[in-house]
């Protein structure tokens, strides 16, 4: 198995990609285009269908860190499934997973007030730690807090620092994902946090993408602190995959695309894979060939000239969250 502690891998693709099941554990999420992608019903069958699918399609391009969550719908059992089903799979790789969104939209795609509801306490991380485990079982390598932002309790409950820690003296690698336009000052707040005078955090999932740059210097500091960084959404939910990625705003972004040969998700993904601070870069793909358009990036060597030539892409923090705010559950 990959060394979650170490964040080292055995080939190109196992160590600068993953897979995430955020579209493919549940009927309903934010990426664009999904009503092109899925299954008409998306059926728990059917979603569990192309889950196991994708996982198969990953592992046999090389991939080997998955990624899920509590809040993925039933993305935990999916994978949980998948694993018990292939044994040999299973000791070879990474899965991370998340706790502190409770999924709440019953299988229902869209109509729904509410998908998720956070909350960052010890109830909800010993309710979630329970039920990942019943779905994970041992294949629980990374355990993250969700979407932690300046006012969660994760940066100040002492009390499930304790819960936290003892998770992280079992041998899981503990941290926390991040969300919002204040990802640097989360991830710079967490790096303080200890217990019995040793680093509570040791990774990070944030969202990073040649529209939102911002928390890179921070991300950089953890990994120099010996962090494991994973980087989320960097296609921005779709918004700079090519069906998408057709607007004023990206021609700098189809540019450098056409130059080097490649897809626009695969220039956003290598650009992620870039960033010498990046341990492993996820891919949101809920088609096969998704994913393997969005693993061509492992042979895309990105110039200094043509990285620099997309940071033009970049908009203001508060302006990328509010956009994504406002994208639809479908």
């Given at each position: ?9 055995s ?70 499934e ?15 997973s ?77 941290g ?51 962090w ?36 626009r ?66």
């Open positions: 198995m990959g060394d979650p502690v170490s964040g080292s891998f080939d190109a693709v196992c160590a600068r990609f993953g897979l995430g099941t955020a579209a493919v554990g549940r009927p309903g999420y934010i990426t664009l285009g999904r009503d092109r992608d899925l299954p008409g019903e998306r059926t728990v069958d059917e979603m569990r269908a192309r889950t196991h699918e994708l996982l198969d399609a990953a592992w046999a391009a090389g991939v080997r860190y998955f990624d899920t969550a509590r809040s993925y719908g039933r993305a935990e059992e999916f994978v949980g998948w694993l018990t089903a292939r044994p040999e799979v299973a000791a070879d790789v990474v899965v991370g998340k706790w502190g969104y409770t999924y709440t939209a019953d299988w229902h795609a869209s109509g729904v007030p509410v998908h998720e509801v956070k909350e960052h306490t010890v109830a909800v991380f010993d309710r979630q730690m329970r039920e990942t485990r019943a779905r994970l079982g041992k294949h629980l390598d990374v355990y993250l807090v969700h979407s932690v932002t300046p006012d969660s309790p994760a940066l100040t409950d002492v009390a499930l620092h304790a819960r936290l820690a003892a998770l992280a003296a079992e041998g899981v690698r503990v926390l994902s991040t969300s919002g336009p204040a990802q640097a000052e989360v991830v710079r707040a967490a790096m303080d946090i200890t217990v019995d005078g040793q680093p509570l955090f040791a990774a990070v999932q944030a969202t990073w993408n040649l529209l939102e740059t911002s928390a890179g210097t921070a991300l950089a500091e953890a990994h120099s602190a010996g494991l960084i994973v980087v989320k959404e960097a296609m921005a939910n779709g918004r700079l995959a090519d069906r998408n990625a057709t607007g004023p705003d990206t021609a700098i972004l189809r540019t450098v695309s056409d130059r080097v040969g490649a897809g998700d695969a220039v956003a993904l290598a650009a992620a894979a870039a960033q010498p601070w990046a341990d492993i870069v996820l891919s949101g793909a809920a088609t096969v060939d998704q994913l393997t358009s969005n693993l061509t990036a492992v042979d895309l060597d990105l110039t200094p000239d043509d990285l620099a030539e997309l940071t033009a892409l970049t908009e203001p923090a508060e302006a990328f969250w509010r956009t994504r705010a406002a994208l639809p559950w479908a």
